[in-house]
């Protein structure tokens, strides 16, 4: 390929070299001799691969509209052809009158089917090859410059007329790829790319999605080694402040699942080296008194504590919460957030890096440079998944040892998940909610039937519980949700007698001082329907409210109701959760609020979740570049993950630094890999 081309590679596909070359897979095969014949095609037809003749090349509207139509017809049927964009281009190299072979997605316009910006190519002896060949992703730029995904298959086919089998080398031992019936590495990458035989692109897909994933395994399994040879601190004993608390002023007796998860939190953070905790506990399962229980252990061995939350409100309610736990044992809880400053800020800095202070409550800004505390023994962060992983690195730079860290999570991670993601941590499940709690009761309910449930809500506040409704406000910025929830409070005031209510609003467009007054009305019952955004998503806790509306919630995603749902059902109440929706939602909202209907259970959510969005989009992991898998989906490949993760730990076992003669390629991609990612950073 010419310099100029190859730039143009270069910037469109990241492809320079020749392995570039040959990560860059076909995304499908085609195969001549499965085709559909155009008669069949029918509402069932989600893609198809025709051939036929063309006919009927039209440029059809003008100027933005143009777009260009053919019609392709075979001796059963015929199907239309669209271009919106690069129409004139198209037209140019379509000729009528010829065989062309189609692929792509099939749709139903005005009664008939058609297929729009199809793969198109003319049939003629090379089309017509035997064999799977191969189609690769290009882009528009590329194809002006006629590099099509045909030219991919030339150019990696004529790479591969270079290559020997050992220009790929394998970087598995022998043993290894018996134990696992892996393919070669030569002959995965071969056969992905040209497979002879479907078996064949199996077992290519196979090896190189289990190389994928073993690879991250490892990496984990590394990570974990280093927290462990690292010295952390040992929490001794468990002294007058656990104790004292333990038995004078805990204000209900703990959960089994409570008592065993300090348990295991007193045992990690005595055996001297750091704790890397992840607990997990469905919404209202307890998770706060685990945390302060372990800063009380923390302050019993000398140490300082502190918990961070994801956002001011949050941060707030655990400051009044753990100062009014901890208040008859006259220890001094201060809160830092972004929005203390002057006077009271310099103050708490100095209290924390002279020791004064035990026990810091805060947001993002406890991790900021300038403070600095004098010996911190463990960070608490709530509601991880609103944490970057960068942010979790920076406490440990708080200390010369680094301090006890756990993590806590009301979003339940799917296991293969956390595997991926949390793989590094030991992880404490709080699987039990405490006693008297009543099952949430759901139900969904279409606009239609809105007069209704506003009926219902205003009967239970009428026996003296509180009532959120809640609207989407994705972005703050979106002027038309923010249109929306302001027309939904007025509506709120008509629907209940703004004399007789009383209602608040809380959203992410107001001053936080004033947001915060409108939240602390609710909390402390001054008043009885809370009209809200996501803003109250995590954590609030307000246990007489026993009544969560959803607006639109076919806007929702499961996770983010699972939240929302969640702020009820935490008094003794019988509780209720309404979906409310458009009268007429999509297939995909319509399952996920059947999903909630069906279960309160965290972890099944999750599980729904992970399966109808990919794990791509869940925890802030996008950006971490964590779960970039070329070919496997922790999902689809969960068994594939689970014996990587098996052989990782188990080659770590056997030979931690990979110094073995036998293990020297799997090293060098465990090099290779960790200077592209961010891993180092984990944790
Ligand atoms: P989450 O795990 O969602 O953070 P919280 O820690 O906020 O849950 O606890 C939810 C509610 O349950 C709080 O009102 C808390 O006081 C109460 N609670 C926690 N543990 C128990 C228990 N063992 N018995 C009774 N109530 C409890
Ligand atoms: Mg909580």
Redesign the pocket.
Known sequence: MGPQRGELLRQELEISTFEDLLYHFPYRYFDRTKLTRIGDINSGTEYAQVAGTLININEEGTGRKKRLVATLYDDSGRIDLLWFQGAQWMAKNLKENERYIVFGKVSLYSGYYNIAHPEIELLNSETAAAGMQPVYSTTEKLKIKGITNRSFARLTAALFERLHAADIVEIFPDELLRRYKLCSRYAAFRWLHFPDTDEHERLARHRLKWEELFISQLMIARLRLQHTAQPGLRFEKVGDNFNDFFSKHL?????NA?KRVLREIRQDTGTGKQMNRLLQ?????????VAVMSMLLALDNGYQACIMAPTEILAQQHFL?ISALLADMGITVKLLTGNVKGKARKEILQELANGTLRIAVGTHALIEESVQFSNLGLAVI?EQHRFGVGQRARLWKKNDVPPHVLV?T?TPIPRTLAMTLYGDLDVSN?DEL???RKEIKTVHRRDAARAGVMEFVRKEVDKGRQAYIVYPLIEESEKMDYESLMAGYEQVKIWFNENKYRIAMVHGRQEVAERERNMQRFVKGEADVLVATTVIEV?V?V?NASVMVIESAERFGLSQMHQLR?RVG?GADQSYCVLLTGNKISDDSYKRIKIMESTTNGFKIAEHDLEMRGPGDMYGTKQSGVLKFRLADIVQDSAILDQTRVAAQALIAQDPGLTAPQHYGIRQMLLMQGRQSHWGKIS
């Open positions: 204000p209900f007796e703990l959960t409570q506990g469905d919404v209202g399962s307890g998770k706060t008194i919460g709530d806590m009301a709080i405490p006693p008297g954590g806790n246990p969640g935490r």
